[in-house]
């Protein structure tokens, strides 16, 4: 007799596996479809920075929101999830981002969010081997870093032990309360959730979402060199491009020792091959603002695909063609820091609950048809 679940997680990455979650402590009976492995994919590729973002009102309510869910956690995490509250040091380069800087604060404070504007001796003294002439920075110390895929691995292994089911296989085909198996078998579901990132389009046709492949390299070993996750003010230039390449210099310390070195950003890069014109612009861009990385061994590099909306925002919800198919989808570059939060949005929909922020502007009926990338 085939199995019945209340609800099919189809793609087991950190969303997902968020959402398998919450649903299995809803007390819902739930399946994880996944057709590789736990954690993979855009999860196993990221860089797990989990941030306050202020790009829009919507995705600062939704990363505060997410950041909070996290920092509740943090103790329950195992050691090997690696969670590190460097915060994150905004750097500026000139006086035109060091206003920018004064911006953010005043946006970041308003809001509840700690932050401190440093001047070029203070952010010296907090970073020394930045390179000489940055006129000055904003901390936000309650920014973390993660190691995803064995951050996403904990959560799906803690939805099994709520009673959640893995399903291997390749899901090929949503209807409308049973999703269909690459090897011809069907899981039967009363909602069927599609978190598959950049994939999602495959599943449910018609999505307006774009793959947007980006590169990342780490280093061997360099204890201390590092303390904070450092990201430039251009960097928001960067990922608001939506015509063109570009990278920005972002950098991360790892629990290890190691230094992951972001970021790029490319649309129209359909293949998963290390673009070696681009990591060369990226550890350039990285140089320019931490020389002594560039004698530093590299160890690996690779690439990964984000899952891009047109208006920055992730899917949320019942989609507009069938409200069986609920989306969990579009988190771009935000999605390890927003899974926690996407993962109440969605069942707080599911089981008609109050939601703790407004979830209008992550609902995938919102404006479609509309959206374009410009």
């Not at 308003?110 to 970073?127: F, H, N, T, W, Y």
């Not at 959640?164 to 069927?192: C, F, M, Y």
């Not at 993962?343 to 703790?356: F, H, N, T």
Request: with cysteine.
């Amino acid at each position: 007799m085939r199995q019945t679940f209340d609800v099919a997680i189809v793609g087991a990455g950190i969303v997902g596996a968020a959402c398998a979650l919450e649903c299995a402590q809803a007390e819902l009976k739930v399946a994880i479809i996944e057709s590789s492995i736990v954690g993979g994919g855009a999860t196993a590729a990221a860089m797990g920075h989990i941030v306050a973002m202020d790009d829009s009102e919507a995705q600062f309510s939704l990363t505060r929101f997410s950041q909070q869910l996290w920092n509740t956690l943090r103790t329950e995490l195992p050691r090997e999830v690696e969670f590190e509250l460097t915060g994150t040091i905004w750097v500026a380069a000139d006086e035109d981002e060091m206003s920018a800087v004064r911006n953010k604060n005043r946006y970041f404070t308003s809001r509840g969010v700690p932050a401190e504007v440093l001047d070029a001796a203070a952010l010296k003294q907090a970073e020394p081997n930045l390179r000489p002439g940055l006129v000055g920075a904003l901390l936000v110390p309650e920014d973390s870093v993660i190691y995803p895929p064995t951050a996403a691995r904990w959560l799906a292994e803690r939805a099994q032990q709520c009673g959640a089911s893995l399903v291997r296989g390749k899901a090929i085909r949503l209807r409308g309360g049973s999703v269909e198996i690459a090897d011809g078998t069907a899981i039967s579901s009363s909602l069927v959730v599609n978190a598959t990132g950049a994939w999602a389009p495959e599943l449910t046709p018609g999505l307006e979402i774009r793959k947007r492949k980006g590169h990342l390299v780490i280093t061997d070993r360099y204890s201390g060199f590092l303390r904070h996750q450092l990201v430039e003010l251009g960097y928001l230039k960067s990922a608001h491009s939506v015509t063109s390449d570009s990278c920005a210099f972002n950098v991360q310390p790892r629990a290890t020792g190691q230094i992951l070195i972001g970021s790029s950003r490319q649309y129209g890069a359909e293949h998963s091959a290390i673009d070696h014109k681009i990591v060369a612009g990226m550890l350039a861009r990285a140089c320019e603002y931490m020389p002594a990385l560039g004698k530093m061994a590299a160890v690996r590099c690779w690439t990964g695909f984000r899952a891009a909306t047109p208006d920055k925002l992730p899917l949320i919800g019942p989609s507009v063609t069938d409200q069986k198919i609920w989306l969990a989808t579009g988190h771009e570059g935000l999605g390890i820091t927003t899974s926690l939060g996407t993962a109440k949005l969605l069942v707080d929909q599911i089981v008609g609950r109050r939601s703790a922020i407004p979830i209008e502007p992550y609902l995938p009926a919102r404006g479609s048809r509309e959206h374009v990338y410009a």
